[in-house]
């Protein structure tokens, strides 16, 4: 199949299209930057450009689509730009250019609203009670996504959970960053169960979805090891692979919760790019249980994770 990857210079996108590419298919990919995979056709330009992503689409048969603003913080008009109304252009396009087999990779925080979440499946989308903006804009994004599952047109979303590995910028490198600086507390020990995938899983499961979502259309899945652990032993397990030591003090919940809230506000009217050190929804995850039921993934998309978290420890420690 020729697929359209958008998104492809991020971690996950570049494994995803590695994987793609392992599975046989041709693969054009759609980001600001060139994705660095070798064999990919890159196309430069952004999801919220309406002719780049016509132009990107010619000759297409399938897409996955990655592309989206990560981040604790940010301008809100620029996550909806990118996360609702770049979804809403590709769908659009695809629709113009009769493409009708699509992979809308999501997030498990659209159906995050700070409780605990423990053995459930993939919930409903909220964007009213999603954290932050990020949160926020991938539940619309999700919904409307997934309202486009109708007639000709096959489309899952997939919402791989906290992946990970060597050369994450977004996991591994923080934890270890704040870990080094002595500055990465446990929330109430570390004792929440959360779930995590190592990066190797969360593509091959992807590519699972593209190869069955016509029987799949219309549904949502979580994606995970199906590991779940403590996030303290999680977080020493990835700080002990990159040679730093475990976070060792710990910070009641409550305050964290209380502090990122008000670091939200300050980081709202101060000028800057870099990433607040706590919000409302971090200490949420780091305080909180989540973890999935990986039952109907695994069965429907005839697939399962064939990398561990301890093996992919063993990798980063030797990355």
């Not at 069955?212 to 700080?239: H, W």
């Not at 101060?270 to 039921?293: I, K």
């Amino acid at each position: 199949m020729r697929v359209l990857a958008t998104g492809a210079s991020g971690f996950l996108g570049r494994a995803v299209v590695r994987a793609l590419q392992d599975a046989g298919h041709h693969v054009r990919t759609l980001q600001r930057r060139p994705s660095g995979v070798d064999g990919a056709e890159d196309r430069l330009g952004s999801v919220t450009d309406p002719d780049a992503v016509a132009s990107a689409l010619e000759g297409i048969e399938g897409i996955v689509h990655l592309a989206a603003k990560v981040s604790l913080a940010g301008d809100p008009a620029q996550f909806r730009a990118v996360n609702v109304e770049g979804t809403r252009i590709l769908l659009d396009a695809a629709d113009a250019a009769g493409v009708t087999r699509i992979v809308h990779v999501s997030s498990p925080s659209v159906a995050h609203a700070g409780h605990a979440l423990a053995g459930v499946g993939a919930e409903s989308a909220d964007p009213a009670a999603a954290r932050g903006e990020y949160a926020r804009t991938k539940a619309e994004a999700e919904l409307l996504a997934l309202s486009r599952a109708t007639g000709d047109t096959a489309l899952v979303a997939i919402r791989p959970h906290l992946v990970w590995g060597p050369g994450d910028t977004q996991l591994i490198e923080r934890v270890v960053a704040r870990a080094r600086r002595g500055t990465l507390p446990l929330l109430d020990g570390g004792t929440a169960l959360i779930d995590s995938t190592y990066v190797d899983n969360a593509a091959s499961g992807i590519v699972a979805a593209l190869d069955r979502v016509d029987e799949v259309s219309g549904r949502a899945y979580v994606l995970t090891n199906g590991e779940p652990r403590p996030v303290g032993d999680l977080l020493a397990g990835i700080c002990r692979a990159s040679g730093v030591a475990p976070p060792r003090f710990s910070v009641p919940a409550g305050l964290a919760k209380a502090a990122g809230s008000l670091i939200e506000r300050v980081w709202a009217m101060r000028p800057g790019q870099d990433e607040p050190p706590m919000t409302r929804f971090l200490a949420e995850q780091l305080s909180t249980a989540h973890w999935f039921d990986q039952t109907a993934i695994r069965r429907d998309l005839h697939w399962t994770p064939t990398v561990s978290i301890d093996e992919g420890l063993r990798r980063l420690a030797r990355a």
